[in-house]
């Protein structure tokens, strides 16, 4: 995604040589979107983590960005792990609208089958970046919960049995209720109450993977096939040399997915940071489609999101 002098134009793809060839043979390609409205009190710096993470051949990109209806500067776009996109902006005060949308190629052929990854360090030791999903983090406090993790799913084998286990003892015991949690919300409180949203689903399985010294990692993405649409997170938990895709809420197929930030937790992707003064969210509005038919998901098989 580009903006040139302010004015936002559609990203020519062709050129792309750092974007991987298209799936072969009729595969359904992705659309996403979404705008968002702001009442800015005062004048503010905004980090915003919408776009969708590089990976995918994009067929068409364009991010708007408005205040009282008069385009804003260029954001500036800066690179996150694994792919992930940030866009910055600064905005002075009134009505700030955002729009973004892209269409995306099918992921590639490679995108849910096994494959093996670079690791650092002895054999048989995690490399770093395993490492830093391993350890406790804001909404994942993993120490905390050993005990329940190792009475529950310690007797499995280690790896993809215990995420498979947890996912669905995750999707079981915990009900998805909107409402029943917020932003300040932790593993523990899905744990302790029985109930949260997508995020506590994600961050519950980061925390019992991690309690048993398998790394996981949090991720924000778009979900077609999800209801009501809006934002979705899932985790993904390293074992077999690879890292796989786990939802616990079973809301959405995970081979429609479309990354587009991961990290160690919410904090590290969410959708909106304001960075400096008073910024309200007035208004979201998400949309995740598929050409032709959304994929079946029994949400145990493994899978790796592109």
């Known amino acids: 995604m580009h903006c040139r002098g302010g004015v936002p134009y559609v990203t020519d793809v062709q050129s792309a040589s750092d974007r991987p060839s298209a799936h072969p043979g009729g595969a359904t390609e992705r659309v996403v979107s979404c705008d968002l409205t702001f009442d800015v009190g005062e004048p503010a710096d905004v980090a915003l983590h919408i776009a969708a993470a590089n990976g995918r051949v994009v067929r068409a990109e364009r991010l708007d960005v408005t205040i009282d209806r008069r385009v804003l500067p260029a954001a500036i776009e800066l690179a996150t792990p694994h792919g992930g996109r940030l866009h910055l ?19 590639p052929a490679t995108a849910g089958q096994p494959a093996t990854a670079i690791r650092g360090g002895l054999p048989g030791l995690p490399g770093l970046e395993q490492l830093t999903y391993l350890r406790a983090s804001r909404y994942c406090p993993s120490d905390h919960d050993v005990g329940f993790a190792v009475a529950e799913f310690g007797g499995l084998p280690p790896g993809r049995p215990q995420a498979e286990a947890i996912t669905q003892w995750i999707h ?3 009900g998805y209720v909107p409402g029943s949690t917020n932003v300040h919300s932790s593993a523990d409180d899905a744990l302790l109450t029985g109930q949260g949203v997508c995020r506590d689903f994600a961050h519950l399985g980061i925390t019992l993977c991690r309690a048993l010294q398998i790394p996981a990692r949090f991720v924000a993405v778009y979900a077609p096939g999800l209801t009501p649409m809006d934002f979705h997170a899932v985790f993904e938990a390293w074992f077999d040399g690879a890292w796989w895709t786990y939802d616990a809420t079973c809301r959405a197929p995970r081979e429609g997915m479309v990354r587009i930030a991961t990290g160690r937790d919410a904090a590290d992707t969410a959708f909106v940071n304001v960075l400096r003064g008073i910024v309200a969210l007035q208004s979201t509005e998400v949309t995740a489609t598929v050409t032709g038919l959304l ?8 899978h790796r999101l592109c």
């Open 89 to 107: 902006l600064r905005t002075p005060p009134g009505i700030l609208s955002v729009s973004y949308r892209a269409e995306l190629a099918a992921p």
């Open 295 to 302: 994929p079946i998901d029994d949400n145990l098989a493994p």
């Open 172 to 174: 079981s015991r915990v």
